[in-house]
């Protein structure tokens, strides 16, 4: 399925890249101001958007209007405006600290930031405080924090269900406070980005999809489930490549929460990360290409010394064709079937030397930050 762009806000970082997701393009919504869009961003107060839906009559109706307006009232405090000299984009309060969580691709190469908060005119002023590109997640600081900063609820992601109401929340298209409601579509994806200034095509397991809108300027945003705690960030929002690249509806992705406040965490405490979470061989290797110049793999440069490979015996040359069950043919491809295995897990690589096709039983280890 093909997916679409990355959301960011006000002036449109490269935020239409194309990102594929079994046959679905997915671009990071970082965006700009839409050059059709007759709305203000310096609106105030929260746009709800309950794409088009009528509520149900009778008392639920009622009762789920008012769950929804509860939900807006405690979390959309918690969530910035973020402008960069590239663009803008969304965040989300971690801390009476004055720390941010947002997307890596919303910073990109930035150092210093302005922050909007969602009740007040004003902008702060911010400062990186580490990014760690692999998994699209960054965090900044306030240079002042203000009284009575909001830090937002981290929800279970283990409790996250195919079917939950949710509501994005972030700055579309520069529209700062907007929120967008939908349910959780799915759990589990593997996505990977495109490539961008901003963005080095991290891939990303475990993922949240929701039919919540997410568009250009809501990356590091919310996903907000009704008990008002954060299940996700919004990071990619899809593209249908059958309709020019046009946004592909009700389909965008979030990181878990998990994932999110384990790397928060870290880049606060170390400013760097030290326990990924994410699966790695221990090799340093790049696609193989046949004698027709196809790609059929990934070839191993080298290995991490008593690292997992190592350890397994693959050495510089050996060319994986298959990771457990998955087929491989290009460096894209191993890095996605490792995103979505766990480290310590052992899985059966299947490579070529001097060719012969040969399998290696290895227990992955850890991707370092």
Known sequence: MPAGPRPTGPRLLPAATALALAGLLVNGCTGGTSSSSTASSSSAGPSASPSGSTLPSGNGGVQLQEDYQKVISNVLPSVVQ???????????????????????????????????LANSSRSLAATLVASYPDSDLAVIRLSSPPAGLRPAAFGDSS??????????????????SSVTQGIV???????TEPRSPDSQGAT???MVQTSAAINPGNSGGALVNLNSQVIGINTLAAVDQEANGSAAP????????????SIADQLIKEGKVTNSGRAALGITA???????????????????A???????????????????????????GLTTALASLQPGSKVTVTYVRDGRSMTADVTLGTLEG
Do not use: C, W
Not at 92 to 114: C, K, L, M, P, R
Not at 291 to 298: E, I, K, N, Q, S
């Open 159 to 176: 409790k996250v269900e195919v079917g939950q109401i949710t509501l994005a929340m972030g700055s579309p298209l520069g529209l700062s």
């Open 306 to 332: 008593g690292g997992p490979a190592a350890a397994a015996g693959l050495q510089a040359g050996d060319v994986i064709t298959k990771l457990g069950d998955t087929d491989v043919t290009s460096l894209g």
């Open 286 to 304: 790049r696609t193989y290409f046949n004698a027709d110049f196809r790609p059929a793999g990934a070839v191993v440069v080298g290995t991490t």
């Open 204 to 206: 990303i397991g475990n």
């Open 82 to 116: 973020i402008t960069t000299p590239n663009g803008l984009g969304s965040g989300i309060v971690y801390d009476t600290e004055g720390n941010i969580v947002t997307n890596a691709h919303v910073v990109g190469a930035a150092q210093t930031f302005s922050v909007s």
């Open 250 to 261: 009700g389909i965008g992705f979030a990181i878990p929460a998990a994932t999110v406040t």
């Open 185 to 191: 579509s799915a759990i589990g994806r593997t996505v």
